[in-house]
């Protein structure tokens, strides 16, 4: 049994700040890849940033530059800090997590921007 808690969503105006957390279940006793999908309204859940188990990050580059992926050590815990906030931006954000060969996802969180 896997879950993934995320929390940090909110309402923004373009040019803000969010950081959005998410946390599995603590029955994993591995160290795994994780990250950040986003999905706007009518489009395609797409990834947005990643980490491996060892800190390793990847970036998309609609978002370089203003996102930073992080996690909590070895822990299954991972952050996502959004800086300098567009309205394109504005998506429910997905954490996962890889682990056994299976795509573990979060509830979801709506980030929204205003102008």
């Known amino acids: 049994q896997v879950e993934l808690v995320e929390s940090g969503g909110g309402t923004v105006q373009a040019g803000g700040s969010l950081r959005l957390s998410c946390s599995a279940s603590e029955n994993i006793y591995s160290t795994n890849d994780m990250g950040w999908y986003r999905q706007a309204p009518g489009g395609q859940r797409v990834m947005v940033a990643t980490?491996?188990?060892?800190?390793?990050?990847f970036y998309v580059d609609a978002v370089k530059g203003r996102f930073t992926i992080s996690r909590d050590g070895t822990k299954n815990t991972v952050f996502l800090q959004m800086n300098s906030l567009q309205l394109e931006d504005a998506a429910v954000y997905y954490c996962?997590?890889?682990?056994?060969?299976?795509?573990?996802w979060g509830q979801g969180t709506q980030v929204t921007v205003s102008s």
């Open positions: 980490i491996t188990g060892g800190g390793d990050p």
């Open positions: 996962y997590m890889y682990h056994h060969y299976f795509t573990y």
